[in-house]
Structures are given as structure tokens and as C-alpha cells.
T-cell receptor
Framework: DAKTTQPNSMESNEEEPVHLPCNHSTISGTDYIHWYRQLPSQGPEYVIHGLTSNVNNRMASLAIAEDRKSSTLILHRATLRDAAVYYCILRAINTDKLIFGTGTRLQVFP | ETGVTQTPRHLVMGMTNKKSLKCEQHLGHNAMYWYKQSAKKPLELMFVYSLEERVENNSVPSRFSPECPNSSHLFLHLHTLQPEDSALYLC?????????????FGQGTRLTVV
């Protein structure tokens, strides 16, 4: 499985935008880029996913580099509730696996 | 609320006990997963079921025994566990095994083995 690299932790102030980076230099052409987050004492929650084009939904935006070797999850206005561990995961088109790494712990300050 | 329900939410069991964890989804999904999350460790994929057939078993000890009687229900039967098996056990489901589909997770069962 192709691997991803994320910073261990990041900090943000409330109501500021947050850009969470992910490197995936060994991504293959059929790998989707998925983002999940895990709030304290809860199961992971799907955030967004994409293949080549940038994606937007009600939770976040996903910016994918042209060569697909990196991506950035964008939270447009961080809230205290966004404090969580964010996981960037590659998932092949025909795989049954969703493999989690260590993720980025995001702290949001008032 | 994700549509994936796990019971019980908390479980304390002795090393000689037998217990079962239950996961239920009525999302019409065809793939279901068990994960283990130990303290300060990433989620570990344990088992994957697709259309009620086990398609993945990540070298999990036999004291963990999964069962998928139908596409809506998934069980994890536990027997003669060890204290190091104490962890958060998470169930997930997805429409299918395709990388294009997202997974939905339950809240997990917090298991303590004493």
C-alpha cells in the first residue's frame, strides 16, 4: 500500500483557516485520496475524498497537487469542534483496505 | 450519528470469559470492517467482510473470531483474551470495496480485559 506522510501536530486559532498537508509521493494512478478525522473518544469520521480534481463539501476542501504527490485538507474557518486527529489515507480503486497512519493532531485555540 | 451502531459501548471482561461485540448497519452497505485501536497507536485493520464473505484477516489471533451472518450485522466473538487486548474496537461499513467510496464508523466498544 502506498504510504502517506503527515505532520504529527498542528495548531490553529478559532475562525482561522487551517491547511493540513499530506505527502504521498508513491501514489499510483488508481489511488483515491481520503481524509478522515477522529474526535476524542469517538470513531473516525469521513471528511472528504478525491482522485485528481480539487473537491469541496460542507466540511472541508481538498486541494490535490497536479502531480498528485501531495494534497492539502483545508478547513475554511476552524472551530473548537474541529480539534481532532486528521488522517490522510490512500485507497486503491479495487481494494478492500482502508489503512490508517498516525495522522495530524490539530489543536484549535479560542 | 453515522448509521453504524456498535454494542456494547463499554465492556469489562475477565481473561476466561467469552463475550461478543455487535455491529449493525442499515445503510445498504456491502462491506464491513473490524478495527482495533490501542492507546496511542494507529487504527489496525483486523477483518474485512464483503458480501458476507471474509476477504481479509490481518494475522489476528484466533481468540478473536468474526462472524457476518448477513450484510447488516457483524460480530466479533472474544474468548480467553489477554490484558494487552484492551483497546477500542471499531466497526465500519462502506458501500463496497472500491476506493471511491467512503467508510462510516461506529462509536466503538471500549474493551477492558482484567
Amino acid at each position: 500500500d502506498a504510504k502517506t506522510t503527515q505532520p504529527n501536530s498542528m495548531e490553529s486559532n478559532e475562525e482561522e483557516p487551517v491547511h493540513l498537508p499530506c505527502n504521498h509521493s508513491t501514489i499510483s494512478g488508481t489511488d483515491y485520496i481520503h481524509w478522515y478525522r477522529q474526535l476524542p473518544s469517538q470513531g473516525p469520521e469521513y471528511v472528504i475524498h478525491g482522485l485528481t480534481s480539487n473537491v469541496n463539501n460542507r466540511m472541508a476542501s481538498l486541494a490535490i497537487a497536479e502531480d498528485r504527490k501531495s494534497s492539502t485538507l483545508i478547513l475554511h474557518r476552524a472551530t473548537l469542534r474541529d480539534a481532532a486527529v486528521y488522517y490522510c489515507i490512500l485507497r486503491a480503486i479495487n481494494t478492500d483496505k482502508l489503512i490508517f497512519g498516525t495522522g495530524t493532531r490539530l489543536q484549535v485555540f479560542p | 450519528e453515522t448509521g453504524v451502531t456498535q454494542t456494547p459501548r463499554h465492556l469489562v471482561m475477565g481473561m476466561t470469559n467469552k463475550k461478543s461485540l455487535k455491529c449493525e448497519q442499515h445503510l445498504g452497505h456491502n462491506a464491513m470492517y473490524w478495527y482495533k485501536q490501542s492507546a496511542k497507536k494507529p487504527l489496525e485493520l483486523m477483518f474485512v467482510y464483503s458480501l458476507e464473505e471474509r476477504v481479509e484477516n490481518n494475522s489476528v489471533p484466533s481468540r478473536f473470531s468474526p462472524e457476518c451472518p448477513n450484510s447488516s450485522h457483524l460480530f466479533l466473538h472474544l474468548h480467553t483474551l489477554q490484558p494487552e487486548d484492551s483497546a477500542l474496537y471499531l466497526c465500519a461499513s462502506s458501500q463496497d470495496q472500491s476506493g471511491a467510496t467512503e467508510a462510516f464508523f461506529g462509536q466503538g466498544t471500549r474493551l477492558t480485559v482484567v
